[in-house]
């Protein structure tokens, strides 16, 4: 058989085809490609067709999507912009016997949210050769049948479509037969064997017939099949359907065994001319899973699961035919209806996790996409997320949601969130699935170091060890890593003129504060500096504590004796009258403690005595008093050795030698030069002569102020010697003069005067008067006015009594 005229048609229907393809795809762009063709082959650049920028594919995430379960079989390229085939693409699979097999897919970029369909309309090749039903068929024939009795055959089926699908038949060179081939726009090719000569059963039993099927591809390919011929007596009648065409709809969640349909024929013979049977003459393999024929009944039944989604139709040829032969054909048409019977499906397509806690309400952190594979209204599917969360869906495009924040997030309090996505489709009932995505707050440092504690104060004892820690500070940083991580410094600040870091050094992560050097209570009390807390964020936040020290005070100073006082090699001798009486002040010793509190309680003890009980001491005045009156039999040189004691644990104490003279005229005194250490007794008479002269001259001065002061004041009498020793400003420590409220010696004295004698010289001494009992700790030594001054307010002084003694 000549098939020359086919290639010309071939030409002529695939350029008719891919017009009428090409204008029926739609989408933002289509095209139309072969099937089969290698991975990374080119099918067309979107970038250019859709007026993208090809150097933002990148940036905006550009990529293929699909909806449901298809395969992603096409991939961009975000460099070129250019779609390329991913996966291999057999469009028999993929379309089975449709004319037109279209993919649709969508190209998704971000920032912001675009969506362009995409239409591939998959052309074939010629990949398929005609294949026939059955690799035999039988025909039995009476030998009456008339020439030009002509017989249906099974036509060959191709899985491809257009010029690629079957396009011609031919038969062997025979004696009895020839070919003939009819098209039905409803049933395809029809192909009958019709009887060129009468059959002779005598003559020839059986013919073996070759029927070749040839489609349109280039090159072509064929398939053949062959017809075995047996010769009969007599039939002339065929079965008859009795619908050309049987559609029936079936529930895809039909149970096994349901009858879909049942077909029927009638055959006007009688006996087995008569007999009918049943076959599938045309089925896909597919239908072939799902549905069998009863042979005997005709009755059409499910074998397996059928699935809307999956195929929502299925055409099937039924063939009936007697029992010689004669056969009749129909069509069974299965529509299937769909059920709720698909979940929706959430996709996550983009996720930003983590989130930075100081994003704007508003701000876009994912893209959701919902499908359901059912079909109308089973597919409406509505999404949400649950309440009392910062975030909210807002449908964009289609079934793509995108997940937005609604309010303002904070790490510190809430550091991730767990998103519960509900998709409910409107099917009866309706169906919906969930599904949750962990969001994670990324941290930011928004909150700066807080102490925990307004303000710190450490005691310290004096004369710690360098190294000793002081105290320890905190603060916490409720952000996260670096951004809470706190570290700790010194401001720099001074301390009584001393920078605060010669003092003291801090655990930069610890906080514990350490001294540098040893302290001194009797330098400084207390002082205050500012601790700072700092984050290692980027920028650093910090926040800063004051913290107060105060020094304690330790015994580590002995008492300090300032009156009597060593003036060189001589010491100092006080006169005491023979009439002095019980209970007379005749000196006192005074003593300061650079300590505080009781290590400065001073108290004084005579340790040793050239007659005993002749004097008595103030315990805690120092007072140096007469226990008893004074009698010729005391000796007239008296030595006193005073010890003055703290209070302090353990005690320190310092010990002082008082001279005393019991006489009321110097000349009385027979050997003078007894009192001094080293000087010779002509110098000694030198110097009594000078200090007698000074004091008969002072005397007589002082008894005419006296009686000045007598005369304009009136004053109260007084006993004698009724005060105390003062000591001018010559005899005062400089680091004596100020305690800060903690010294040992008064600031206020009432004044006597009286002679005291030396080894070289003779002064006045100013005494005051003290109460016998414990010096209070909160007086202060201050400094004493000069000589000059006090006697320039002696005329301002009222309840003072002043007598000279010598």
């Not at 055959?153 to 079957?166: C, F, M, P, R, T």
């Not at 504690?453 to 000793?468: D, L, R, T």
């Not at 005494?767 to 005329?795: A, H, I, M, R, W």
Request: overall charge negative.
């Amino acid at each position: 058989m000549d098939l020359k005229p086919f290639a010309a048609v071939k030409v002529i229907l695939a350029y008719c085809f891919f017009m009428v393809m090409a204008n029926s795809a739609f989408g933002d762009v289509s095209y139309s490609f072969p099937e089969e063709m290698k991975r990374g082959s080119v099918i067309g650049n979107l970038a250019k067709d859709l007026g993208l920028n090809v150097n933002r594919l990148s940036a905006r995430r550009a990529r293929i999507d699909t909806e449901g379960n298809l395969k992603r079989y096409c991939d961009i390229n975000a460099n070129t912009g250019e779609l390329t085939v991913a996966e291999r693409i057999d469009r028999e699979g993929l379309c089975k016997e449709k004319m037109s097999c279209l993919l649709n897919f969508y190209i998704v970029l971000e920032n912001p949210l675009e969506l362009h369909r995409i239409a591939l309309q998959i052309t074939d090749i010629n990949d398929n050769s005609p294949v026939f039903p059955r690799n035999l068929i039988k025909l039995e024939i009476t030998e009456s049948a008339y020439k030009g009795s002509s017989y249906r055959i099974n036509d060959a089926h191709d899985s491809d479509i257009g010029v690629n699908a079957v396009q011609a038949y031919s038969l062997q060179n025979n004696a009895y037969f020839i070919l003939n081939v009819n098209s039905n726009n409803n049933e395809g090719k029809q192909i009958n064997l019709v009887l060129d000569k009468e059959l002779d059963r005598e003559l020839e039993k059986e013919v073996s017939l070759i029927l070749t099927a040839v489609d349109g591809g280039t090159p072509p390919n064929s398939g053949t099949v062959t017809i075995h011929v047996t010769v009969l007596d007599a039939n002339d009648n065929a079965p008859v359907f009795s619908e050309s065409v049987y559609e029936v709809n079936l529930s895809e969640n039909s149970p096994i065994d349901t009858l879909v349909a049942s077909v029927s024929a009638t055959d006007a013979d009688e006996g087995p001319n008569g007999e009918v049977t049943y076959e599938f003459s045309r089925v896909s393999d597919t239908a072939r899973k799902f549905f069998s024929l009863d042979k005997t009944s005709g009755e059409i039944r499910l074998i397996g699961q059928v699935d809307f989604e999956e195929d929502a139709i299925y055409e099937m040829q039924i063939e009936a035919k007697d029992g010689y032969g004669l056969s009749s054909f129909s069509k069974v048409i299965v529509n299937i209806l769909d059920v709720n019977d698909n979940n929706p499906m959430i996709y996550i397509k983009s996720l930003n996790s983590p989130v930075p806690e100081n994003v704007v309400p508003g701000t876009e952190v994912g893209i959701i996409n919902v499908q359901d594979r059912d079909s109308e209204n089973n597919r409406q599917v509505h999404c949400s997320i649950q309440q009392n969360i910062p975030f909210k869906l807002v449908q964009s495009i289609k079934n793509y949601f995108s997940l937005v924040t609604t309010d303002a997030l904070d790490r510190e309090i809430i550091p991730d969130y767990n998103i519960t996505i509900t998709a409910t489709d409107e099917g009866s009932p309706p169906l919906s699935s969930s599904k949750t995505i962990q969001l994670l707050i990324a941290d930011v440092n928004d909150n700066p170091p807080v102490f925990e504690e307004q303000f710190y104060s450490a005691h310290v004892k004096e004369n710690n060890k360098p190294g000793f820690s002081v105290c320890k500070v905190a603060a916490t940083d409720p952000d996260w890593r670096q951004n809470g991580t706190v570290v700790y410094s010194l401001l720099s600040s001074d301390v009584n003129g001393m920078p605060v870091a010669s003092l003291l050094s801090i655990n930069g992560d610890t906080g514990v504060i350490h001294a540098v050097r040893s302290f001194d209570y009797e330098q400084f009390k207390s002082f205050r500096f500012l601790i700072l807390a700092r984050d290692n964020g980027s920028p650093p936040l910090s926040s800063n504590v004051t913290v107060s020290v105060f020094i304690m005070d330790e015994n580590d100073n002995s008492p300090q004796i300032l009156y009597p006082s060593l003036e060189g090699n001589s010491f100092m001798t006080e006169m005491v009258p023979k009439a002095a009486q019980s209970g007379s002040l005749v000196s006192k010793v005074i003593a300061v403690d650079a300590d505080s509190g009781q290590n400065a309680w001073l108290s004084y003890h005579i340790v040793k005595a050239t007659d005993p009980g002749l004097f008595t001491i103030g315990e805690h005045s120092g007072e140096i008093r007469l226990q008893k009156d004074v009698y010729e039999s005391n000796n007239m040189k008296q030595n006193l050795i005073v010890s003055v004691k703290d209070n302090g644990e353990a005690s320190l104490s310092a010990t002082c030698s008082l001279y005393l003279l019991i006489t009321d005229n110097l000349a009385e005194v027979p050997e003078l030069k007894d009192m001094a250490y080293d000087e010779s007794s002509s110098k000694l008479t030198f110097y009594l002569i000078i200090a007698l002269v000074s004091v008969s001259t002072f005397f007589l001065t002082f008894i005419i102020i006296i009686l000045a002061m007598k005369f304009c004041h009136r004053r109260k009498p007084r006993l004698l010697f009724d005060g105390a020793v003062a000591i001018p400003s010559a005899y005062l420590p400089p680091n004596y003069a100020e305690v800060d409220g903690m010294g040992t010696l008064r600031s206020i004295y009432n004044y006597d005067a009286y002679l005291t004698t030396g080894s070289q010289t003779s002064d006045f001494k100013f005494v005051t008067s003290y109460n016998d009992g414990t010096l209070p700790v909160d007086l202060t030594l201050k400094k004493t006015q000069s000589f000059v001054g006090e006697l320039d307010g002696f005329d301002e002084v009222s309840n003072d009594s002043f007598q000279v003694r010598h």
